[in-house]
Structure formats: structure tokens, C-alpha cells
């Protein structure tokens, strides 16, 4: 049985054909996945710069409070320092009053404890 010379041709296009296309796909997927990596990277940038901002934020934050505390803590110690010479001066002035003050403050801490 003899071929026609015209489906040899035929079917040569048809498989070139589906060799370019397979071709074409290829490279497409190729594409796709360097357009992918470029974009994992993007992110992955975005992402570090971002958590280097709120890192800096965080140190910034925490050595604000540090400050605040620090600052509160020697505003507290200046007012006990403050308080503790008021309370001197008062019982160098009125000894006797001191002195009974803290004989009742001492009887009602007894009373107290024997409860």
C-alpha cells in the first residue's frame, strides 16, 4: 500500500508543530520559574527590611522605657532621701514627740502581731 506523499507532509507539520509548542511550554515554565525566584527574593527583601525596622523599633522602645524607669527610679530615691532628712529634722526638733510617736506606733504593731 503506497503513502500519500501529501500525509507524510502532513504529518511532519503536525509534529513539528507539537515540537514548537512543547518548545514554546517550556520555555514558558522556564519563565515562570525565574519570575518565582525573583519574586521569593523580592519578598525575602521586603521581609528582612521590615524586620530590621521593628527591630530598631523594639531597641528604641526598650531604651526609652530603660530611660523612663531609670529616671523614675532616681526621682523615687531623691524624694525617700528627701522625706527621710524631713523626718530627721522633725525629730531633732521635737525629740519627745518622736519618741511617743514611736512607742505607740510600736504598741499597735504588739497588738496587732498577737492577733
Do not use: C, H, W
Request: charged share 30%; hydrophobic share 45%; no cysteine.
Amino acid at each position: 500500500m503506497a503513502q500519500d506523499p501529501g500525509s507524510n507532509a502532513r504529518v511532519r507539520r503536525a509534529t513539528a508543530t507539537a515540537a514548537a509548542a512543547t518548545s514554546d511550554i517550556e520555555l514558558q515554565i522556564q519563565q515562570l520559574r525565574d519570575d518565582i525566584a525573583t519574586l521569593a527574593r523580592s519578598v525575602a527583601t521586603v521581609g528582612s527590611e521590615k524586620a530590621d525596622d521593628y527591630r530598631t523599633r523594639v531597641r528604641k522602645a526598650t531604651n526609652d522605657a530603660a530611660d523612663a524607669s531609670l529616671q523614675m527610679v532616681e526621682a523615687a530615691r531623691e524624694q525617700a532621701i528627701s522625706l527621710e532628712k524631713d523626718l530627721e529634722r522633725k525629730i531633732r526638733t521635737n525629740p519627745l514627740q518622736a519618741v511617743a510617736i514611736a512607742a505607740g506606733v510600736g504598741f499597735v504593731i504588739a497588738l496587732l502581731a498577737r492577733r
